[in-house]
């Protein structure tokens, strides 16, 4: 890894930033308008039918890179492969950046990325940062409590840990995507890539639209069309049920009449709620004008089916037997869907032999939501393949680059997918004798055994530290730096990952 990294060494300037581009887009009857900082920009018309013809990077540098799929990662990556000076175009089949969504947590390994990437100011006003952490037996009783969590939470990895409404997340990085130059091309679904046997890649859309690029980043999700051509359709490039299902609720204060309720929601914490195959976990969104709850319970959808309209008495038939608290916000709730919750085999790699595809985030490493990780790495997948990009002077560098990518996260996010599994046996644990040591376990609190994770790895002192302290952008630069370093993928001391975690 060390001589292949070479070039590196010898390249460690990054490139300006693009500049805003001012322009106001013509927009289709489809489109709607918004700022993107103190720009007017419209986010459809003309970027749409634009035909990328580019094969190769341009002379000053600057490699163009198509990137497939505008959700968290895939926005991420652009913004960070901008930054890093290229010419970025994201594809998304849908019509408009509008994604409704339900609540996110943002832990500090994601959150510091957002201020590292300079998103607009005004999405910290929509935040909620918890003050306590709970979690409940499902009957109600506290096992365990953290109190001081938001400060404990800056103090130890400065970055705050905050929960987010996703559509605010989508927007704000949306925005400054916009504001670095990125181009948009919308309502447009890619149905071929061929990237086998040549050096620049070229994908088709539905509308008939071709692009060309020197790099494809597939962050096309659960159901990426870029795996499929990766792995030729092969059975292992479809995702597999987990055997949950996730409820996901949203309740606005207006919604709820109960006053001990709204103040519960004004005041934001954190509270999970644990029983026998089953959980939940509620915290504020909007600075507590909102309230966001997930039921992780047994799958009982249709093989085929991934989502459907749910049943809210099925539902409430679940927890009845449930904390009063929790029952009384699910006394509120007169719509709900239910999400089965998927994962996939390990990919033997993310990038091509030919070094013009390479994928992030869910297409390559789905995750349950058990520790509110998905979001977070994807994230940091798009900040370390866009800051070791923007060490790339010229097209010949861009294997290297794209090999030091897949050596700094495939472990780690791979441990990360493993480490949800564990989190959700300790929290769906069935009645009997392990169970009664996991609650005391959690009552005595995160240092009652130091050579085991604590129950909830949100409070692990094990676990925690290499999850909320990774820095990606720390992790790139480092892999950068690094000659003769063979193993690369690291926690965030540098060290590598615990041999529990691997």
Known sequence: ??????????????????????????????????????????????????????????????????????????????????????????????????????????????????????????????????????????????????????????????????????????????????????????????????????????????????????????????????RKTFLNDAPRSQPIPTGDLAYRIVLT????????????????????????????????????????????????????????K???????????????TLKRFLGYVDSVDKWKLMHMEELPHWVNDEANLVFLGDACHPMLPYLAQGANSSLEDGAVLGTLLSHVKEKSQLKTALHSYEAVRKQRGEAIVRETFNQRADFHMLNGDKQVFRDEALRAGPNWDTHAAFPSRWNCPKVQPWLYGYDAVAEAEKAVASQGKANVSSGPSGSALPHSQL
């Open 253 to 308: 204060l207006d919604e709820i009449s109960d006053e001990d309720l709204r103040e519960w929601v004004r005041k934001p914490t954190v509270h999970f709620w644990i029983g026998p195959g089953a959980h939940a976990v509620g915290y504020s969104l909007r600075g507590g004008e909102m309230y966001n709850i997930v039921l992780l319970v047994p799958d009982n959808l249709p093989d085929q089916v991934s989502k459907e």
């Open 1 to 226: 890894m060390g001589a292949v990294l070479s070039w590196l060494r010898k390249h460690s300037g990054n490139k300006p930033e693009p500049t805003t581009n001012n322009n106001t887009i013509k927009t289709s009857k489809n489109s709607t308008t918004i700022t993107a900082d103190d720009t007017v920009v419209d986010i459809a018309g003309k970027m749409a039918t634009d035909t990328v013809t580019s094969s190769g990077s341009s002379s000053d540098g600057r490699l163009t890179i198509i990137i497939v799929g505008a959700g968290l990662g895939g926005l991420g990556a652009a913004i960070s492969c901008a930054m890093g000076g290229h010419s970025v175009r994201v594809i998304e089949q849908a019509k408009e950046i509008s994604e409704i969504g339900a609540g996110l947590q943002i832990t500090p390994n994601g959150s510091r990325l957002l201020q590292h990437w300079q998103v607009p100011e005004a999405f910290w006003k929509t935040v909620a940062e918890p003050t306590d952490l709970f979690v409940h037996r499902y009957s109600g009783e506290v096992l365990y409590r953290e109190t001081d969590f938001n400060t404990r939470q800056r103090t130890k990895y400065g970055a705050p840990f905050v929960d987010v409404h996703r559509a605010d997340l989508q927007q704000a990085l949306y925005k400054r995507a916009l504001a670095l130059g990125v181009v948009f091309s919308l309502d447009e679904r890619v149905v071929a890539l061929d990237v086998a046997g040549r050096t620049d890649a070229s994908l088709t859309t539905a509308s008939g639209k071709s692009f060309t690029a020197d790099l494809v980043i597939g962050a096309d999700g659960l159901w990426s069309q870029c």
């Open 310 to 324: 749910a049943s809210v008495q099925e539902m409430n038939e679940l927890f009845s037997s449930w904390d009063p």
